[in-house]
Structure formats: C-alpha cells, structure tokens
C-alpha cells in the first residue's frame, strides 16, 4: 500500500514540477464532481483535486488541474510533437526508476470537449508493481491561461470510472 501510495505521489510531484499552482481563490474554470467523489484543496502541493472513492486495494482514481506557468502558450507546441518526444522521454525515465512497465503512448487532439474548441491530449499506460494506470493529460486553452487537466485511473477500475472522469474532463468550462 506503501508503495502504490509513493507511487501517486510521485505521478503529482512530476505534474506539479510542469506548472504552476492555481490559486484557489481566483479559479476560473468549472468542472462537473462525479458522484462520490472528493473535491480537495492542497492535496500534495496540488490546489485542485478531485478524488474518486476508494476501490479494494486499487487505490483511487484522481484529477487535477493546473494552470500552465505561462499565460499565453502556443497550442502548435503540441501538433508539432516537441512537447511529445520530452513527454515521452521523461515519462519513460520516470518508468525505469519506478521499475514499471510500458503499456501503451499516445498523443491526439483531444476527444471532442463542449466548451473548449481545441485542445490537445497525451495518454500513457504502464505497469508499476504489477498494477496498471491510465494517466491521460489534456491541455484546455482558456482566455486567461493554459489549463492542464490530468487524470490518473486504476486499470483495475477503468469500467468503473472511466465514462465518470471522461464526461467531467470533457466538459471543462473556462470562467468561474
């Protein structure tokens, strides 16, 4: 439990290193809360966090968002796949030093979003201590700031929660 706890720690320090923290107080965005879950403040260093419930041994389907460091960043950094190969490149480091395994990289543009004309979304699937995470990030650009949207979910879990974290994702609304 230790380790799979380490482990989650680890997938939001290295989220948290990629931008800068939103002040709770001045959000501007909305997003839908699933059923059940925990909306939470300052979770390790985070300010904005959302929770699912805990399942078995599986551990917990999380989302954050951030706002990006920059106010105004080029969505072409995307399409252009720089931010890609870095991702890749880190993402795989961050793999060997957690002993885990690859499953699966990918980048779009991201699904269809309800407020949001483009975006851009990266997916990685890999194996740590023998349990399997799907780690999807989206990059939402609103008037004011880049917001990064990220999920971590429990292979174990995904039929649970999946449709819940992907209907909340997709419709981010920038503006408080």
């Excluded at 078995?56 to 389907?61: C, F």
């Excluded at 252009?80 to 060997?96: R, V």
């Amino acid at each position: 439990m230790i380790i799979r706890n380490r482990n989650l720690l680890l997938f939001v320090i290295g989220f948290a290193l990629l931008a800068s923290g939103l002040n709770a107080a001045t959000t501007n965005f909305k997003l839908k809360i699933p059923p059940k879950w925990q909306e939470m403040k300052q979770l390790w260093g985070l300010d904005y966090s959302l929770v699912g419930p805990k399942k078995e041994q599986h551990g917990r389907p999380v989302i954050t968002v951030t706002k990006a460091a920059h106010s105004k960043f080029p969505m072409e950094f995307f399409t252009k796949g720089e931010y890609f190969s870095s991702y890749q490149k880190s993402k795989s480091k961050w793999l060997q030093d957690a002993k885990g395994a690859l499953i699966r990289f990918g980048h779009d543009p991201a699904p269809k979003m309800k407020h949001i004309k483009k975006a851009y979304m990266t997916e990685v699937s890999y194996l740590v201590n023998s349990e399997g995470y799907l780690e999807r990030s989206y990059y939402l650009p609103c008037s004011d700031h880049l917001y990064l949207v990220k999920y971590l979910l429990p292979l174990a879990v995904k039929g649970e929660f999946f449709q819940q974290m992907e209907q909340s994702v997709r419709g981010f609304k920038c503006g408080g």
